[in-house]
C-alpha cells in the first residue's frame, strides 16, 4: 500500500487595509549648551599626560581624591571640559 503524503496548508495572513504610522518623534538635544564631548584621549592631549592616566582618575578609588567627572555611556567615558576645569582648580574635588 503506498504511502499517502499530506501538505499542510496555510491560510493567507491577514494583511490590514490601512497602516496608522505614528508621527516620528522630535529630536530632544542632551544638552542645552553646544559644548562638545570629549573623549579619553582628547582629554589626555589637552592635559599633556596619558589616556590611562585619565582613566584611573576617573575611578572611585582615585587615592583620596573625588574622581574626574565624566558621562557614562555603558563601557564608554565622556568628558566635557568645563566639568574638568572646575575639577582641576578644586584640587581634584568635585566644585559644587
Given at each position: 500500500?503506498?504511502?499517502?503524503?499530506?501538505?499542510l496548508?496555510?491560510?493567507?495572513?491577514?494583511?490590514?487595509?490601512t497602516?496608522i504610522?505614528?508621527?516620528?518623534?522630535?529630536?530632544?538635544?542632551?544638552?542645552?549648551?553646544?559644548?562638545?564631548?570629549?573623549?579619553?584621549?582628547?582629554v589626555?592631549?589637552?592635559?599633556?599626560?596619558?589616556?590611562?592616566?585619565?582613566?584611573?582618575?576617573t575611578?572611585?578609588?582615585?587615592?583620596?581624591?573625588?574622581?574626574?567627572?565624566?558621562?557614562?555611556?555603558?563601557?564608554?567615558?565622556?568628558?566635557?571640559?568645563?566639568?574638568?576645569?572646575?575639577?582641576?582648580?578644586?584640587?581634584?574635588?568635585?566644585?559644587?
Amino acid at each position: 500500500m503506498p504511502v499517502k503524503r499530506r501538505t499542510l496548508q496555510l491560510a493567507p495572513a491577514a494583511v490590514p487595509a490601512t497602516v496608522i504610522s505614528a508621527p516620528p518623534m522630535p529630536l530632544v538635544p542632551i544638552s542645552s549648551s553646544p559644548e562638545p564631548i570629549l573623549t579619553g584621549e582628547q582629554v589626555a592631549k589637552l592635559l599633556q599626560v596619558k589616556p590611562s592616566t585619565i582613566y584611573e582618575f576617573t575611578r572611585r578609588r582615585a587615592n583620596g581624591r573625588d574622581p574626574m567627572p565624566c558621562l557614562r555611556a555603558g563601557k564608554f567615558l565622556r568628558f566635557k571640559w568645563s566639568a574638568i576645569e572646575k575639577w582641576l582648580e578644586a584640587g581634584g574635588k568635585r566644585a559644587a
